[in-house]
């Protein structure tokens, strides 16, 4: 058996998937994770699922304690963690509903404490990030997207800015420029502090809207991402249920 780490992102936080789920209030050196911890089972695997945002939606990207919920996770020994997040897609060929396993980021967030090593005194740390995004969870959530026939771009890299706002059609414009696949406000964080704690991690992301950029449509509104992620969040949890039910 397996110990799997979900966290759930914008409208992908529902524990119903957890068969005899509990629920830990859970605390670490870094304060309380978002929300409380819901374990329980998907098939033969165990799941310790966090909602990102909280379970309102009240934390806002900035807000999330992105250190206790990744510390929170370890401290349940999950072997990986999965997540999933809306993104903007900053490609014509990625469409809206479209889903892409990420294997890049860029971090242009700056307000956010993205490490467990702020200090050096008991020694100097410099985790390397070559390939944030674990190769073989990757290959495996791909085989599983096949296997159920959802159109999942099997790599992408994506830019994770501060937010709350969206972007200006410059930076979308520049972002493009820098070879970034998809925009979001999560995901860099994440996947640092996961390479920090050496666990394995992922992140599938659902494109939700084109950002900015594009000049033919109006820019992205949170009604918009909110309408599409209703619309796709049935595909997001099957694809999710299969990952971790065949996880050996």
Same mark, same amino acid.
């Given at each position: 058996?397996?110990?799997?780490?979900?966290?759930?992102?914008?409208?992908?936080?529902?524990?119903?998937?957890?068969?005899?789920?509990?629920?830990? /209030?859970?605390?670490?050196?870094?304060?309380?994770?978002?929300?409380?911890?819901?374990?329980? $089972?998907?098939?033969? &695997?165990?799941?310790?699922?966090?909602?990102?945002?909280?379970?309102?939606?009240?934390?806002?990207?900035?807000?999330?304690?992105?250190?206790? &919920?990744?510390?929170? #996770?370890?401290?349940?020994?999950?072997?990986?963690?999965?997540?999933?997040?809306?993104?903007?897609?900053?490609?014509? *060929?990625?469409?809206?509903?479209?889903?892409?396993?990420?294997?890049?980021?860029? %971090?242009?967030?700056?307000?956010?404490?993205?490490?467990?090593? *702020?200090?050096?005194?008991?020694?100097?740390?410099?985790?390397?990030?070559?390939?944030?995004?674990?190769? /073989?969870?990757?290959?495996?959530? #791909? *085989?599983?997207?096949?296997?159920?026939?959802?159109?999942?771009?099997?790599?992408?890299?994506?830019?994770?800015?501060?937010?709350?706002?969206?972007?200006?059609?410059?930076?979308?414009? $520049?972002?493009?420029?820098?070879?970034?696949?998809?925009?979001?406000?999560?995901?860099?964080?994440?996947?640092?502090?996961?390479? *920090?704690?050496?666990?394995?991690?992922?992140?599938?992301? $659902?494109?939700?809207?084109? %950002?900015?950029?594009?000049?033919?449509?109006?820019?992205?509104?949170?009604?918009?991402?909110? &309408?599409?992620?209703?619309?796709?969040?049935?595909?997001?949890?099957?694809?999710?249920?299969?990952?971790?039910?065949?996880? /050996?």
């Amino acid at each position: 058996m397996k110990t799997i780490g979900i966290i759930g992102g914008s409208g992908l936080d529902n524990p119903d998937i957890l068969k005899d789920a509990k629920t830990i /209030e859970a605390d670490t050196p870094y304060g309380k994770p978002t929300s409380p911890l819901k374990i329980g $089972m998907i098939g033969n &695997n165990r799941v310790v699922l966090i909602a990102r945002h909280g379970l309102s939606h009240q934390f806002s990207p900035t807000e999330v304690n992105y250190r206790a &919920n990744l510390f929170a #996770l370890k401290g349940q020994s999950v072997d990986c963690i999965v997540a999933t997040t809306a993104c903007g897609s900053l490609r014509n *060929e990625i469409e809206r509903g479209d889903f892409v396993l990420l294997d890049q980021f860029i %971090d242009f967030t700056k307000r956010r404490v993205s490490t467990f090593h *702020e200090s050096f005194a008991n020694g100097a740390v410099h985790t390397p990030m070559a390939d944030p995004f674990d190769a /073989e969870l990757r290959s495996h959530i #791909l *085989e599983c997207a096949k296997r159920i026939g959802v159109k999942c771009h099997p790599k992408g890299t994506v830019v994770t800015i501060e937010g709350p706002r969206f972007s200006t059609r410059a930076e979308s414009l $520049m972002f493009q420029s820098w070879g970034a696949d998809v925009i979001n406000m999560s995901v860099a964080t994440e996947a640092a502090l996961a390479n *920090e704690l050496s666990v394995p991690y992922a992140a599938i992301a $659902m494109s939700t809207d084109y %950002d900015c950029w594009k000049t033919d449509e109006p820019p992205v509104s949170w009604n918009e991402i909110l &309408n599409i992620f209703e619309k796709n969040a049935e595909r997001m949890v099957s694809l999710l249920k299969l990952v971790v039910e065949t996880l /050996e």
